[in-house]
């Protein structure tokens, strides 16, 4: 009685999610769908769409990439004040 169960029990946990792997604690899974129609025929209907997608991805991007130029330039301006990196003056007026 008690293997039949746990034979059970495990038969169900093995079993694939239609929206992907199954969760573990501490870890998040984001629902995805691999099928475009149902085990009858019939198909399926088109999946949620994110409004202003492109307007969200740069309101994101811009600024990330604004305060990663500032970064960048004002840690090269310290390093060219303390002598570690000084870019050479090419003169080719040979």
Known sequence: MASALFGR???LSARASPLGPSS???RTVTPYRS???SSSGAIL???KKTP???MRI???V???LYVGTQISKNFAALLEEH???VPEDDDDDD
């Open 62 to 64: 811009v600024p990330f």
């Open 35 to 37: 099928a475009v129609s």
């Open 83 to 85: 002598d570690i990196f």
């Open 45 to 47: 209907p088109k999946p």
């Open 52 to 54: 202003f997608g492109l």
């Open 58 to 60: 740069a309101l994101v």
């Open 9 to 11: 029990l495990v038969r």
């Open 24 to 26: 573990t604690p501490g």
